[in-house]
């Protein structure tokens, strides 16, 4: 416990009366912090800390970067600003070395400083002048963290904007035809054939630079550090960060494999609104963002970039892209849908080139001014209608049936009909596409008349639902006849079942494979579905461990 005495060599306590630093010892918290813990994290409520001994470092997130903006020593505070202007913390506070920190509540401070009033003095004046230097990072012009030379309509290109943003990396992105090129690029001139290029912020160039060597030269993690994990999560989506979050913040080695950027389908949702928690809605980015940090800082490790393509159901090894092994005492198959494919003329031609599958928000500012065409009904084709008509000029969203309430939220047509720029094209469907290289128009027919329309387009994305892509697991893993995972009473009815117990709520036809999230045989095809389900894996893990390690050896 903290004595008076330890508090005596505290300079801001100095004018504090013994009997008061006494009360204050004995009701203050004593955090022992082994190297590299926190005291406090960005955003958490506030509260007012005292370094006893030790060191602690304070950090901050920057353009998704955790960046080192300062230091206390022994005798020193921190938490000044929220405690005085009852604001969260806008900066994390971590050991790094062990260290003693007192942690003083918002209701002690107050009375201690009712009864010394220079404490408050002494500690507004301290968060006035850091007021100033947070001010300063805040107003710093963020520096792109890398720099790409690339067409317009070239599908790498493309990929890798996406790419950069979903991992949350600042990025300047400049055509080859552009008049500032040779201001803007740092590099060396660049020949058609090396595009797209990349510049790095350590100054590494990578010529033709695809989607891996940028995630490695940016400091991503591509590469599994270890070769065996208690859980190995394949598919980085709401379900399998939830998955992380859990089996890390539970002890377990975690590997998420992501074959992109964490986040899945939620990430292309410019807002959910049905999520518990937020009241004014959140976008799909920024709870991948909060997911992501959440998982990373309780210890699970995300691998970006990597397919996993192959699965050995008895020895649990997962295959990865490029061939190297994963081992794993349990798994969780959290790879969720993908968007379903129309074989309309010149889809295929021009995909990535004006036509896409899904939307991405990357895709906002090369939408901007223009006429574009959105195919589907859903709620995803309504978010995507929404989020593009504060760019592009118009948007029609071409539905084939004769509503759109049968298949929609209610409060999405009400915010649809609201924006003056978003047309429903009801009784309708894409016909074909035309362009030379790139969307320039499209062929909208009208249903019920059988009228043909050409019209000016400068994007089509279509919404038109989504499978489950499951065909690199192997037979032992029963799905149904849509390619979606049997689990729980699904597999004991399949009769594949091998085990005297019955198989747990989320697990496979294999003991110790389990799958959650869009990825399950369900009709439940939502984010907080999928999260709570890749939380209760976790449990299953667990449990199908501590059974394992009991099971006669065979
Ligand atoms: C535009 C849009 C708007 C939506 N709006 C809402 C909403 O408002 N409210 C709501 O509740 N739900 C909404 N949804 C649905 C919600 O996003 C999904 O239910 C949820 O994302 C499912 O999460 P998941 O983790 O199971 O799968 P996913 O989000 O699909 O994530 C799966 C991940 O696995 C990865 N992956 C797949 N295969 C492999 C492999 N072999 N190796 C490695 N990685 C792999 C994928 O890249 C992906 O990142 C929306 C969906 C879309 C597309």
New binding site residues.
Partial sequence: MISAEDLKTIPFLASVASEDLARLAQAAGDLRLASGEYAVHEGDERALFVVLSGRIEVTKLIDGIERIIGARAPGQIFGEVPITFGTPFQGSYRATEPSRVMQVSARQFHALAAGAPAVLTHVAALASERIGGLRGIATAPTRARAVMVGHRWDDTVRELRTFLSRNQITYDWITPEAPDLASRWPGPPLADADLPALICDDGTILLRAGLRDVADKLGLQTRPRSSDYDTVV???????LAAAVYGASEGLRTLV????A?????E??S?????LGFPTGVS?EELARRALQQASRLGAEIMVT????GLDAVGKVVKLDGGEPVRARSIIL????SWRRVATEGFDRLLGKGVYY??SRSEASAMQGQDIHLIGAG??AG??AMFFANHARTVSLVVRGDSLEKSMSHYLIEQIRSKSNIRVELHSEVRAVHGDKVLAAVDVANRATGEVRRLDSGGVFV?IGADA?TD?LPEAIVRDARGYVCTGEAVTRSGRWSLDRDPYLLETSVPGIFA????RSSPV??????VGE?SMAIAFVHQFLVQSAHAPAG
Avoid: H, L, M
């Fill in positions: 394949i598919g980085g989506g709401p379900a399998g494999i992501e074959r992109e964490p986040g899945g389908q939620a292309t949702s807002r959910i609104e049905n999520y799909g990597r397919n996993a393509v959290a790879t969720g849908v899904g939307a709620n995803s978010q995507a919404f892509e690199w959650c999230g869009d990825v095809k939502r984010v907080a579905a999928a890749g």
